[in-house]
């Protein structure tokens, strides 16, 4: 599939979440300051993936986003208005889906729709377009414990974007998975997003991943997380089939690949002087 024809994937296309100046201290006993200073735009059709060292706060940014948790400073901004609370505009798939153990695929799947009030007939439409999207329609009827680990993930895919959300966010959501499983659903998560168009945020600790799937790198400091660098990458568009691995070796994915991971090492090594 060509993709450098696709203009939505450019970054001079129109905001979609604008965090200006955001910081966030948890309030516990020893007040984390978790995020200082994030300015971070999500541009409509992006794939950005959050890379940085454990505990930087890159779940914290993701949940500033989706509306779980207010900014202690700053603002965060859906389409120019204030993120207040989580709605279904913005889906979120975590690495553990929480699926609900009583429902079958399709049931789980269909919940959101449900507790929207989408009438009956569409919601089954979407339900069964997703099913098929995510490659589960024969197991409709099954429960989440009859399902493998990349078949519930894929039930939380097809959960989130069933919705039509205007963003996806995702927290490590193949970090659990074995390497074969994790490789297949890179390609299905990229396909999804070639077709949906959706804006998607995504959290790894795999440099390779987000090489492999985004459009743009973020990486943060240790804690209190900053962004230290963004890089734009297209190597998404021709990562697939049997471009893969002539892509994975080139020299330039080599040379980005190092240029991140010495960053994110120099941030561990300051953080165990
Ligand atoms: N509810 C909370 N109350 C207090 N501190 C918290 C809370 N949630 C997170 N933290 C702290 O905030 C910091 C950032 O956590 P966060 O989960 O955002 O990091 P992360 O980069 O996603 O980590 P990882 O990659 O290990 O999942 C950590 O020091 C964590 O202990």
Redo the contacts with the bound molecule.
């Keep these: 599939m060509v993709l450098a024809a696709c203009g939505w994937a450019d970054a001079q296309t129109d905001v979609v979440i604008a965090l200006n100046e955001v910081y966030l201290t948890?309030?516990?006993d020893n007040n984390?300051n978790?995020?200082e200073n994030i300015n971070l735009n999500l541009h409509e059709g992006e794939f950005v993936c959050l890379l940085?060292?454990?505990?930087?706060?890159?779940?914290?940014?993701?949940?500033i986003i989706a509306g779980f948790i207010t900014p202690t400073g700053g603002t965060a901004l859906m389409e120019g208005q204030p993120i207040k609370g989580a709605d279904w505009h913005r889906g979120v798939v975590f690495q553990q889906p929480p699926l609900y153990p009583w429902l079958t695929v399709e049931d789980n799947i269909k919940f959101g729709l449900k507790m929207r009030g989408v009438a009956a007939n569409e919601s089954q439409k979407r339900t069964e377009e997703y099913l098929r999207k995510v490659g589960l329609l024969e197991f409709r009827n099954n429960k989440p414990y009859e399902l493998s680990g990349g078949m519930k993930q894929r039930v939380a895919i097809a959960r989130a974007l069933v919705n039509s959300p205007r963003v996806l966010l995702m927290?490590?959501p193949f970090g659990a998975l074995d390497a074969l499983t994790r490789e297949q659903m890179q390609t299905l998560i990229r396909n999804i997003w070639w077709e949906t168009k959706c804006t998607i945020l995504f959290?790894t600790?795999d440099v390779d991943e987000a090489l492999a799937l985004g459009t743009r790198v973020v990486v943060?400091s240790r804690?209190p997380?900053k962004i230290i660098k963004e890089i734009k990458t297209d190597f998404t568009y021709s990562i697939t089939g049997e471009n893969s691995n002539r892509t994975r070796y080139s020299t330039r994915f080599q040379m980005t690949r190092e240029e991140i991971l010495d960053l994110i090492n120099k941030q561990d090594l300051c953080y165990n002087i």
């Design positions: 948890y309030n516990s984390v978790a995020l940085g060292s454990s505990g930087c706060g890159k779940s914290t940014l993701l949940k927290d490590e959290i600790h943060m804690r997380g």
